[in-house]
Every structure is written in structure tokens, then in C-alpha cells.
């Protein structure tokens, strides 16, 4: 990192300098009140990116461990406790126009990060480098606090296809129908969620609306997290009062630690090199360029002509859910390192033709639609299985339908569904209809890329909690493990598998997989 030598004489300065006595913050004052029992309470609420599958995001290609530590990064020691004072003065330190007030439970939630989620906050400051340029762009257009870039760390562990069990997707942690409201497209082969330039455009439109409501910006933040219903109610039950701490026991649990994380991740992303945390180094090019496709194009297309990894492109690109680029309705942006943007234009004529008929032989555009496609060619047919806890309502949430067209679809007369069982959804495509495997001669070809398409599925569905459900009635294919494959980027490859039916298939007692493996792939 650029800065690593400068934030590193800062953290020795911030350690060693004079400390004076100070009183607490205001912050710490209203949260006084609360007993240690109950601050405990609040910081075990944790949002769902601080339980991220720290070895799977370690085993994806881009990422590698430093093969040279900085001598005054030593993350081989464990973390390093210091007193309240010097955690006062250093969030006192950072520019910012947020408030960033230290109490109790802010202490808990730094402690959180910096000594059991410690290897979680290697990743994030590795994947800083790549995303906080591109987020703290769109933050200074808007005229927005740069500080908000550390929200993402809250939300999502900078993981751009993040997806919580309900269903809030990407960097910002969009639910389906607030990202279609703030105008990100989202169908069957594109979920701009994932797409962290829109996405962060989407969340800055967000934060205006909010903070041309309240003026505060933790009452922003508050709700991002549970909605400016639940804000208000709790603005309500206090009186009137509008300071977040004043309002902090009328808010969801959940909302109660949001704020104290994001302060602590203010804190950790700034200070971690005094409590002996190292970034991770990533192979994401930080250098890159964007070339317009209008031209129904497959990422497998551009990896092969020049010479890229599929894996390369798909972080680049993670939007496109099936590795395809619409490009047909409308003009799609493709993200290619700074150095291959000139080859693409080079090459561009081939690259839309080579292996088109392969990689896109089920792919129909809505202008050529088939006749023997039975519904609307802007829609698809898809599977869900019903995972624990789940009813119409959850579901339709999820793929931008109404409960009233699932119970149509299925024949149900209630909103009440069993785990487990298989719902018929008919889902924005994207302009393009994926035929079925009987429409495609060429599919007959390969028993298995057969098999996967005749179950192909939306791939926001592909962590529901179908890891649980019996495998039976499953067809397998085998997959020979690559170096830097993990079963999570494995699982990602397949629609409808987990790294857990992977798990569980292949006997695997936990996640360790070698080079040269072969699995068994649950596709039927």
C-alpha cells in the first residue's frame, strides 16, 4: 500500500506520544447507563459480513498472503490492548465530518475486530485497495463524508457478492426491491448490486435521502440498517429526541451495535498496524479500464483471446451472474485490466464470435425469440426450494415477484410454504430467454453441461439453506480442484450448489481441498 510506511510512523506516534487525561464523550456518557452485561448483549448483535467464511475468502485467486512483512507490521503477535485514552485521542485523530464518539460499546466492537475478527480485517484492508478509490469517487461527486466508505466494511467485509440469508446483496447490502427502486438492474443475468461503481451510486442517493430527513448523520447510518420507519418509531418512544444515543434502547438490537461497528471499522481500518495486523495482498490490478458491449458476449469469450483468468474477469466483473454480458437491449460495461483494453478493441470482432455457438448456444435474444418458448420472453422459469423459515412473502422479496404470483404459479392457497419444497418462479431474464436443454442440439454433446443447465437457476438462490435438504434425486458431475479454488468459488460455478452441499457430498469433514481433487458436483 501506498501509504502503509506513512500509517505505520502514524501508529507509532499514536502509541508512544503524551497522552493527556480526558473526560468521556458524549457518546460515552448516555451509554453509561447500560450495565456490562447488557453492552455484552448489544456487540454479540453482529451484522452477517463479520461471520464471512474468513478461509474461503483467503483461498479465492486474487487474494495471497504477504511474502514480506513491513518491519513495523508484525501480525505473527497477538492483539495489543490499550486504555480508553488512547483510543479517545485517536478517533479524535481522523478527519472525518462524521461524529465518531468512544464509549464502551465502541471498545467492545474495536476489540471485536481487532483480536477474533483480525484475519476478517486482513482481507478487508488488502480489498481496500482495489474498491475504497473506486467508492471514495462516487462519495466526493456527491459531495458526501468519505468516512462512508467504512459502511461497506460493516456491511458486506468488502465482498461484492455478499449475500445475507435474506437475501440483501453486494458491497451495500441492497435488498432486491430497494435496489430496483434506487434504479440498479437486477434479472436473471445481471445484479448490479454486485456492481460496486452502481451500487455505490445507489447508496449515495440513499444517504442524501435520509440525511435530507434527519440531518444526522447516525441517524442516517441507523436507517440504512433497520429503515426510517424503525428510526422514527424509536425518535417517537424517546420523546422526541433526534441524538442516536438518546434513542439507542428504542432501536432494533441490531441497529444498536450498526453505529459502534462502524465507528470501530473507522478505528481498525486506520490503526491496525498497532494492534499487529497485516494487510493481505490481492492480484487485483488496480489499474483498469471499461470497454461498452452491445453484443451478447461470454466471459469465457474474453479469457481465452486474451489470455486472462475466468477468475480475473469475474471479480472485475461480478454483476454478470452467469458470466454473461447482456449487451443486446442495451449497451453493458465490461471491466478489463488498464494493459488488455486496447487487445479487446484489437481483437474485438473475434472475441464476439469464438466459441459463440459453445458458451452461448441456449442464450436467445428477445428480438429472435423462439416461438416454442411457452411464457414471455422477458421471463424465465427457475426453481427455489424453500429454505428454514421462509414464506411467499420472504421469497417474492428476494426475486422482485409478489406472493400473489407465487401462489398462482404453484396452485397454494396461503403464504405458508414447507421447507423444502420446490417453487416454480417465472423471473426477469434480462432480455435474454435461456431455452431449454431440448431446444439446443448441441447440449446433447455434453452429458454434463446438460444436466447443469436442465436445473439452471437464479444465482442469488444459490446460498439458501438447500445444504440442509436430503440429496436425493441428484445427478453428479465431477470437477478436478485448480490451485486457488475453494469450495465457496467452486460451489459459485454450479447454480443451486453450496460450499455446504459440496461439503456434505464429497464427506468432507471441513473445507480443506488440494490441487488435483476430484468432486462430486450436485446438479440433478
Not at 146 to 165: D, F, G, Q, T, W
Amino acid at each position: 500500500m501506498k501509504t502503509y510506511l506513512l500509517t505505520a510512523l502514524l501508529c507509532l506516534v499514536c502509541a508512544f506520544g503524551p497522552v493527556n487525561a480526558q473526560t468521556q464523550t458524549d457518546g460515552e456518557q448516555k451509554y453509561s447507563a447500560l450495565s456490562a452485561d447488557s453492552i455484552a448483549e448489544e456487540v454479540g448483535l453482529i451484522p452477517e459480513s463479520l461471520d464471512a467464511n474468513v478461509d474461503s475468502l483467503f483461498r479465492t485467486w486474487h487474494v495471497q498472503y504477504f511474502s514480506k512483512v513491513d518491519e513495523y507490521c508484525h501480525d505473527d503477535v497477538e492483539n495489543v490492548y490499550f486504555p480508553d485514552s488512547i483510543y479517545i485521542q485517536r478517533l479524535d485523530r481522523l478527519p472525518r465530518v462524521i461524529s465518531l464518539p468512544y464509549n464502551k460499546i465502541v471498545r467492545d466492537c474495536i476489540d471485536l475486530y481487532a483480536d477474533r475478527k483480525r484475519d476478517l480485517v486482513r482481507y478487508m484492508l488488502g480489498m481496500a485497495d482495489f474498491y475504497f478509490p473506486i467508492i471514495e469517487q462516487v462519495l466526493d461527486k456527491h459531495g458526501l463524508p468519505i468516512e462512508l466508505k467504512y459502511l461497506a466494511v460493516v456491511e458486506s467485509a468488502l465482498n461484492p457478492v455478499a449475500l445475507s440469508r435474506v437475501g440483501a446483496c453486494g458491497l451495500w447490502q441492497f435488498m432486491l426491491p430497494t435496489g430496483k427502486s434506487y434504479g440498479l438492474e437486477i434479472n436473471s443475468l445481471v445484479d448490479e448490486r454486485r456492481d460496486p461503481l452502481k451500487a455505490t451510486e445507489a447508496a449515495c442517493q440513499y444517504f442524501k435521502d435520509m440525511y435530507a430527513i434527519y440531518g444526522d448523520w447516525n441517524l442516517v447510518l441507523a436507517s440504512y440498517n433497520c429503515g426510517p420507519g424503525n428510526v422514527n418509531k424509536a425518535i417517537r418512544r424517546s420523546g422526541g429526541k433526534t441524538d442516536f444515543w438518546d434513542i439507542f434502547p428504542y432501536l432494533p438490537k441490531e441497529t444498536r451495535s450498526y453505529v459502534p461497528l462502524f465507528i470501530a471499522a473507522n478505528y481498525i481500518m486506520n490503526y491496525y498496524c498497532d494492534h499487529n495486523i497485516c494487510p493481505m495482498q490481492t492480484s487485483l490490478p488496480l489499474a483498469t479500464d471499461t470497454i461498452m458491449v452491445n453484443k451478447m458476449l461470454h466471459l469465457q469469450q474474453v479469457a481465452d483471446l486474451l489470455h486472462l483468468s475466468i477468475e480475473e474477469l469475474r471479480a472485475l466483473n461480478p454483476q454478470y451472474k452467469r458470466d454473461i454480458i447482456p449487451g443486446n437491449a442495451k449497451a453493458s460495461v465490461l471491466k478489463l485490466p488498464a494493459a488488455e483494453t486496447y487487445a479487446f478493441v484489437d481483437k474485438e470482432d473475434t472475441v464476439y464470435t469464438h466459441r459463440a455457438e459453445d458458451l452461448l448456444a441456449n442464450c436467445i435474444p428477445v428480438t429472435g425469440a423462439s416461438k416454442n418458448l411457452s411464457r414471455s420472453v422477458t421471463q424465465e422459469k427457475i426453481t427455489h426450494i424453500v429454505g428454514a423459515g421462509e414464506n411467499l412473502y420472504t421469497i417474492a422479496n428476494r426475486y422482485g415477484v409478489t406472493a400473489r404470483d407465487i401462489r398462482k404459479w404453484n396452485g397454494l392457497k396461503s403464504n405458508r410454504v414447507a421447507k423444502g419444497r420446490r417453487l416454480k418462479l417465472f423471473v426477469d431474464n434480462g432480455g435474454v430467454a435461456i431455452a431449454s436443454s431440448q431446444n439446443s442440439k448441441r447440449d446433447n454433446k455434453n452429458t454434463a453441461t446438460t444436466a447443469a443447465r436442465k436445473t439452471m437457476v437464479d444465482k442469488d438462490a444459490s446460498n439458501s439453506k438447500q445444504a440442509s435438504l436430503p440429496l436425493v434425486g441428484k445427478n453428479f458431475v465431477s470437477y478436478k480442484v485448480k490451485s486457488g479454488d475453494s469450495l465457496y468459488s467452486i460451489s459459485q460455478k454450479y447454480p443451486g450448489v453450496t460450499a455446504s452441499s459440496l461439503q456434505k457430498v464429497n464427506g468432507l469433514s471441513g473445507s480443506d481441498i488440494r490441487p488435483g481433487q476430484v468432486l462430486k458436483i450436485p446438479v440433478g
